[in-house]
């Protein structure tokens, strides 16, 4: 199982791209660890503060976990934890639900990082 995304800010303009391996094989868990890297990677960069993050998911589960504590399953609170404080750090994130043919890119770098021995990141 892989994950991966882009990064866009709140004009669409793409900002990032990263693909890697995931352990666990629920796809589920791969796009919550998917938002949690996106998260981290906007961290990285110097946009904090300069731009808004709008994080597209394709599941509506992950799109409730990491909306409402009170959907979150105890075995990933850990994750969702961390979500929670890159979120406050970031300041401005919107989560967008989007069916998988509008989140293309995602799904094929998350293909693509099955594939791969370790995680690719690159921003601008």
Known sequence: MGCGGALRDETGALRALFAGPVADSDSDIAKLLAVKFALELFCETSWIGKVGLLVEVDS??????VSSPFTRPWR????????DLLTKRIGKVDFNLV???RNALAFGL??????RASFFKAWW
């Open 99 to 101: 069916d998988r043919q």
């Open 110 to 115: 998350s293909r693509d990082g099955a594939l």
């Open 76 to 83: 990933w609170w850990p994750q969702l934890i961390a979500i």
């Open 60 to 65: 509506q589960v992950v799109l409730n976990w």
